[in-house]
Structure formats: structure tokens, C-alpha cells
């Protein structure tokens, strides 16, 4: 099985958080990217909801204090 490969933007505060995230898990940012999407889209498989999702620029990282 072949992975596929994306493409997309990041507002650059984002891109400086998840950086940042990604030094303190000891990972690189994609595989950052791709824990987090692994285990976020749990949460909109079981919950059903198809409203959309509340804009990542407000979303604040889990011990983040700002």
C-alpha cells in the first residue's frame, strides 16, 4: 500500500507552534502532523457531527499557556 502526499498551507504562527510542539515530542513536524491527524479523526468517526471544525488559528495546543 502507497502512502499519498499533500499539499497545504499553514499560517505561519501555526507552523511556528507546531514546530515548536514537534521539538518538545522529540518529532519531526510531519510526523507531528500525522499523530495529530491520527488521532483526531477518532473523535469526528464516533461523534457523527458534520458541522465544521473550529478554525486551527484559535485552537489552542494541549499545555499551551499564552
Known sequence: ???KQITFRLD???MDRL???ARKQ???VSGMLRMIVAENIVKYESTGVSHQAQSPKVVRLKGENR
Open 19 to 21: 514546530e515548536r510542539a
Open 26 to 28: 522529540m518529532r519531526s
Open 12 to 14: 505561519p504562527a501555526l
Open 1 to 3: 500500500m502507497y502512502a
